[in-house]
């Protein structure tokens, strides 16, 4: 049977077993190009993982996106590193709705962390297959209505959790089992889209569950114990819509 995820319909490659075949289903897996076999989507897939969108010499609107959530990132290590009595290494890295795994690769990258120190959560079983397949650690896991913990999670100081938690129904819900998780002393990075204005409501072909405004997130956080560091909110250049994202980084206390 047909796996079912409320995320918008788009054209997927989805898991069966060892094998993969295409489906036009409602689900955030990986998208197939035009004409494209099973076995290309992996090689391109491969493509992706070792040279991330988001570095090139012509990146489009969503890798542009991306190079500001990721020197966000960057920054708050920094800080981290520069404010902490203890100092602040990344020791691992956990993407909690990584869809496609190359940030991920690219962090562990750019932090010089072997590829067993990252692990990712995904609802979709063919994101976490086609992980696996190139050696990242990761779980299916649903953040709407998970029963056990995330068991990797408290072995990795880094949490990293964009654009997910406008997804699920019930996001504070989805940020206490984040926090349970999570290390004391560990870093977290984690951006929605906020409400802006008339133009702006849940976006259904995109699966977004619910609307949040802004310092919804920040509340959100601090009333789990997380400490704040920064808040930031901006409109991602050639972002149309001139929805405004919100991006936090804290910290769970020790």
Known sequence: SMHYFPFGKRKVVIARGTEFEMKRQQSRGIAMEEGESIADTVERM??????????????TPVDMHQRIQVKMLRDAVDAMKDSSPYGFTVEGITEVGFRHPDLLYYLGHFFDLPIDKLYGIDIAPASVDIARIFGISSDVYNLGAPIFPIHRMNQTNLVVCWHVLEHVHDPAAALRRIYRDMPPGGLLSVEVPIEDGMFYDVNSDYGHSILLEKGDLEVMCRSLGFMILKVSRYVPGGNDSGVVMENLTCVKMM
């Open 46 to 59: 491969r493509s992706e993982i070792e040279n991330p969108s988001f570095l090139s010499d012509d990146p």
